[in-house]
């Protein structure tokens, strides 16, 4: 069986050249599904884990728009529709230069597990373009928005696949997005895009939901090991969405967040990121367009900027990367292991390299793996499709505790999934195979598609 997750692993490097992050998550996911893929040879005899790494559809497109000085823009557009097994493809749209086939299906295969993990009934997908939002102005943006869109609605539909916000994809775009979608089509479809405004059917609580859900997450982890979230001193990466609802939800549970970053460095705030005006600060970066956080030390002058630096540097009970792919490598894993730090979440998709995750893990850290600790923001998006669906508004308590209840019952998926296949506690490998099963099983019940 090793042999089959092997020879399928080479077989995804050879048609995918040059991918490197999409080699690198199929690698890590198929690894740890060996104990499983033996207790079942007929998925070799089925193709199972060569259909599951193939997206079901790729589609790839030019987005032609005209800047502000009357400059022809061209820019790639891509959607990979990965796997319908139990629901309509649902993941992000991510706007970054860097975007390509590899970065598009690292997410898109993550996104396969991750949404099966929620519980919810959700396939997956992602898509985006190697459109630079920052420093581009309101009306380029939604230019760019607008032109995406003319081409991408053909491909999309409530009840077929349903994207929403990444890097570089908020509340804004997803606006633009919509309006143009709805003009192309004349349908005021809410379900086709989440993370929509509250006044056109948006969910109550999803701009916080995916920080949330880390943190409660977190919480589950620090639980199942006999500790508690208030008093903790944190450390994260990042000032965008995700760590500031992070950031928001550690501080009502009680812990000490002394750090954010952004390209240019990190924030180390002694005094702890921990009132109104401090997050504030942290949606005004956002908002400033220029991807830079050193602006906050000079708001709150206690707090120290360090340039061209990650805050894995800084001593912390918990670490949680929000920014990226790839973010913390191996000299940054020492560190972590060096500060004495007992837990590591992951808030950002595939934070860590594979070598610097085998060791956190072999250096007895606890580590929470971003497939299961940010299924919050999707878990958030399908209940705004519901909410959709049913012509209804939910109250935001109610997302809440559905969202809270939710992260609790994932921990304890991935828990009992590690327990069972490798007896030990061991959330990355539990987080695979839990999201890997209940696709597996409606994989086979379809057939050969
Ligand atoms: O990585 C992710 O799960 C997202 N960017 C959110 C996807 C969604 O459909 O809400």
């Given at each position: 069986?090793?042999?089959?997750?092997?020879?399928?692993?080479?077989?995804?490097?050879?048609?995918?050249?040059?991918?490197?992050?999409?080699?690198?998550?199929?690698?890590?996911?198929?690894?740890?599904?060996?104990?499983?893929?033996?207790?079942?040879?007929?998925?070799?005899?089925?193709?199972?884990?060569?259909?599951?790494?193939?997206?079901?559809?790729?589609?790839?497109?030019?987005?032609?728009?005209?800047?502000?000085?009357g400059?022809?823009?061209?820019?790639?557009?891509y959607?990979?529709?990965?796997?319908?097994?139990?629901?309509?493809?649902?993941?992000?749209?991510?706007?970054?230069?860097?975007?390509?086939?590899?970065?598009?299906k690292?997410?898109?295969?993550?996104?396969?597990?991750?949404n099966?993990?929620t519980?919810?009934?959700?396939?997956?997908?992602?898509?985006?373009?190697?459109?630079?939002p920052?420093?581009?102005?309101?009306?380029?943006?939604?230019?760019?928005?607008?032109?995406?869109?003319?081409?991408?609605?053909?491909?999309?539909?409530?009840?077929?696949?349903?994207?929403a916000?990444?890097?570089?994809?908020?509340?804004?775009?997803?606006?633009?997005?919509?309006?143009?979608?709805?003009?192309?089509?004349?349908?005021?479809?809410?379900?086709?895009?989440?993370?929509?405004?509250?006044?056109?059917?948006?969910?109550?609580?999803?701009?916080?939901?995916?920080?949330?859900?880390?943190?409660w997450?977190?919480?589950?982890?620090?639980?199942?090991?006999g500790?508690?979230?208030?008093?903790?001193?944190?450390?994260?990466?990042g000032?965008?969405?995700?760590?500031?609802?992070?950031?928001?939800?550690?501080?009502?549970?009680?812990?000490?967040?002394v750090?954010?970053s952004?390209?240019?460095?990190?924030?180390?705030d002694?005094?702890?990121?921990?009132?109104?005006?401090?997050?504030?600060?942290?949606?005004?970066?956002?908002?400033?367009?220029?991807?830079?956080?050193?602006?906050?030390?000079?708001?709150?002058?206690?707090?120290?900027?360090?340039?061209?630096?990650?805050?894995?540097?800084?001593?912390?009970?918990?670490?949680?990367?929000?920014?990226?792919?790839?973010?913390?490598?191996?000299?940054?894993?020492?560190?972590?292991?060096?500060?004495?730090?007992?837990?590591?979440?992951?808030?950002?998709?595939?934070?860590?390299?594979?070598?610097?995750?085998?060791?956190?893990?072999?250096?007895?850290?606890?580590?929470?793996?971003?497939k299961?600790?940010?299924?919050?923001?999707?878990?958030?998006?399908?209940?705004?499709?519901?909410?959709?669906?049913?012509?209804?508004?939910?109250?935001?308590?109610?997302?809440?505790?559905?969202?809270?209840?939710?992260?609790?019952?994932i921990?304890?998926?991935?828990?009992?999934?590690?327990?069972?296949?490798?007896?030990?506690?061991?959330?990355?490998?539990?987080?695979?195979?839990?999201?890997?099963?209940?696709?597996a099983?409606?994989?086979?019940?379809?057939?050969?598609?």
């Open positions: 069986m090793a042999n089959y997750i092997e020879r399928v692993i080479e077989q995804v490097k050879a048609k995918n050249p040059g991918e490197v992050e999409f080699h690198q998550t199929v690698e890590e996911v198929l690894t740890s599904l060996a104990p499983v893929i033996e207790q079942h040879p007929e998925y070799e005899k089925m193709g199972l884990l060569e259909r599951l790494t193939e997206p079901e559809r790729g589609i790839s497109f030019r987005v032609v728009w005209v800047d502000d000085n400059n022809v823009q061209v820019n790639k557009g959607r990979y529709e990965f796997n319908s097994a139990i629901g309509p493809y649902k993941g992000g749209l991510r706007f970054a230069p860097n975007v390509y086939p590899g970065i598009i690292f997410l898109g295969f993550e996104q396969i597990f991750k099966s993990l519980g919810l009934p959700i396939g997956g997908g992602k898509g985006g373009s190697d459109f630079d920052n420093g581009k102005s309101d009306a380029e943006v939604m230019r760019f928005c607008q032109a995406f869109m003319t081409e991408l609605y053909r491909h999309i539909g409530p009840h077929t696949d349903v994207p916000g990444d890097l570089g994809v908020g509340g804004r775009e997803i606006g633009y997005l919509f309006g143009q979608y709805k003009r192309i089509t004349n349908r005021f479809d809410g379900g086709v895009l989440t993370g929509k405004g509250i006044p056109y059917g948006g969910c109550l609580g999803r701009t916080e939901a995916t920080g949330f859900g880390i943190v997450y977190a919480e589950e982890m620090l639980k199942a090991n500790e508690e979230m208030k008093g903790k001193t944190v450390a994260i990466s000032f965008g969405n995700v760590s500031w609802g992070t950031a928001w939800k550690l501080q009502q549970l009680g812990a000490k967040l750090t954010i952004g390209p240019d460095g990190y924030i180390y002694p005094d702890g990121i921990n009132t109104d005006e401090k997050l504030n600060m942290m949606l005004e970066l956002r908002a400033s367009g220029k991807n830079v956080c050193a602006p906050y030390a000079e708001r709150f002058p206690n707090a120290k900027f360090v340039p061209g630096k990650k805050p894995w540097e800084v001593k912390a009970d918990l670490y949680i990367p929000c920014a990226t792919q790839n973010e913390v490598h191996m000299e940054d894993a020492k560190a972590i292991v060096e500060s004495g730090a007992k837990f590591y979440c992951e808030g950002s998709n595939m934070p860590t390299t594979n070598e610097a995750l085998a060791y956190l893990q072999d250096n007895g850290i606890i580590v929470g793996p971003a299961a600790a940010n299924a919050g923001g999707v878990a958030c998006s399908c209940i705004e499709m519901g909410q959709n669906a049913g012509h209804t508004v939910f109250q935001h308590q109610d997302v809440y505790d559905q969202l809270h209840q939710i992260m609790i019952n921990h304890k998926a991935c828990k009992e999934a590690s327990e069972k296949y490798y007896g030990k506690y061991d959330l990355v490998k539990g987080a695979n195979i839990a999201g890997f099963e209940k696709v099983e409606a994989m086979m019940a379809q057939g050969l598609v």
